[in-house]
């Protein structure tokens, strides 16, 4: 189906990039990167250019986020998976209690469960279901995830936990157009390559104070750690603007760069833009026969990735793969485990809504064709 389609020109997007990460990376900032020559790429990360470089981005993370004076801005090598064990091992005391509704959640769930000391529950409810996480005082750890990016699903609220209790949040895939009440959460993490555009591989995690001291004190506890999972070294060398072992400098510096771009426009215009963004394709999505919105409850569907099913009878496959083999659009397939006739679309910062619009475009283009020749 769809195998030599020709689409209108002028339904080109200006960018084909609309995966869910890696994602879009603006290109000026790649130029921008070029620019900086021998004075960046290539020089020593325990040294004035780069310490200097993640210092800025720290920095921005909390003028972005308006931390409040006292969090800590941890930065690492491993991305959010990594994160998912560190935790697990570092800061969970005796029990963590999951709220899962997709394969990332599971996965963080599936990554504390191996931990022999730690007893590790699960609320869980079916792919395409959203999922409010709450308080147990049974627990010293909640797990929420904010946009569970294999379905499409972000959570509608945050609960407030009790003192011996860490409210812990992977907000990989929402990080910066998914407000939350960041004071109400002890542990705030994501990768570096959603909605702030740098690569993979890169972690950054806010602490609390009431994390970062229970991090201090669990790192001399007798349990093995490896060094490189130890929230002690990382805070330490984070303080110091650096990171434990040798990162991918042009990560972080693509990170900065989109993150001074987004402080141009603050949290809540960059989210105002993303819900506009949100309203036009569940609308768009809403108004065809051929399409329905995945997740059917409208306050969870997610503000930075839309999952869309496609009626039986067209191919989601054989589009995505047509548009792909055109170079037009790439990475709108769904998330592979999930097996549904469907697109999965981001719409983080850097996707244009008039990109968006022309991508609808090209869609329904193709249904009407196949309509005309069947
Ligand atoms: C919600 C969520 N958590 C965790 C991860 C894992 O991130 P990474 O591949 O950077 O480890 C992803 C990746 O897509 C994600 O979407």
């Known amino acids: 189906m769809f195998e030599n389609l020709e689409f209108p020109l002028e339904l080109k997007p200006s960018d084909p990039r609309f995966g869910v990460g890696p994602s879009l990376v603006n290109s000026e900032f790649i ?9 960046l790429l290539g020089t020593s990360h325990r040294r004035p250019a780069v310490v200097e470089l993640c210092r800025e981005m720290q920095l921005g993370m909390k003028e972005y986020f308006k931390l409040p004076d006292d969090y800590s801005v941890v930065i690492g ?27 990332f959640s599971q996965k963080w769930y599936r990554a504390h469960k191996n931990i022999p000391w730690i007893k590790v529950d699960e609320k869980a409810v079916s792919y395409g279901e959203g999922i409010t996480p709450e308080f147990h005082e049974d627990y010293d750890m909640i797990c929420a995830t904010l946009n569970e990016t294999s379905t499409g699903v972000q959570i509608d609220s945050i609960p407030e936990v009790g003192e011996k209790t860490l409210l ?19 542990v705030y993490f994501f990768s570096a390559q959603k909605v702030f555009a740098g690569e993979g591989g890169f972690f950054i995690c806010f602490l609390s104070p009431k994390a970062r001291k229970r991090a201090l004190e669990l ?17 330490e060398t984070s303080d110091k603007h650096q990171t434990f072992n040798t990162p991918s400098i042009s990560t972080i510096y693509l990170l900065n760069e989109q993150l001074k771009l987004m402080n141009t426009l603050g949290e809540a215009e960059v989210a105002r833009q993303a819900k506009e963004k949100a309203d036009f394709i569940y609308a768009w999505a809403d108004s065809r026969e051929y ?8 306050k969870y569907r997610s503000t930075s990735v839309a999952t869309i099913d496609l009626a039986s009878q067209y191919s989601a496959e054989d589009l995505c793969a047509r548009l792909r083999a055109l170079g037009w659009v790439y990475d709108i397939e769904p998330y592979r485990k999930l097996g549904r006739n469907q697109f999965r679309i981001s719409l983080f910062h850097n996707i244009s809504i008039e990109d968006l619009k022309k991508l609808t475009n090209l869609i329904d283009f193709a249904i009407n064709s196949e309509d005309k020749t069947s």
């Open 291 to 298: 399409l329905n919105c995945y997740i059917a409850d409208k």
């Open 31 to 39: 130029f921008r990167l070029g620019g900086t020559g021998k004075e």
């Open 77 to 103: 090598n491993g991305g959010a998976s990594f994160l998912f064990d560190m935790i697990g091992l570092g800061l969970v005391e005796k029990s963590s209690l999951h709220f899962t509704c997709g394969e």
């Open 219 to 235: 790192s001399d506890r007798e349990e093995y750690i490896p060094n490189i999972m130890d929230w002690k070294y990382a805070i």
């Open 168 to 186: 812990a949040v992977d907000a990989t895939s929402g990080a910066g157009q998914i407000p939350l009440d960041i004071k109400k959460i002890d």
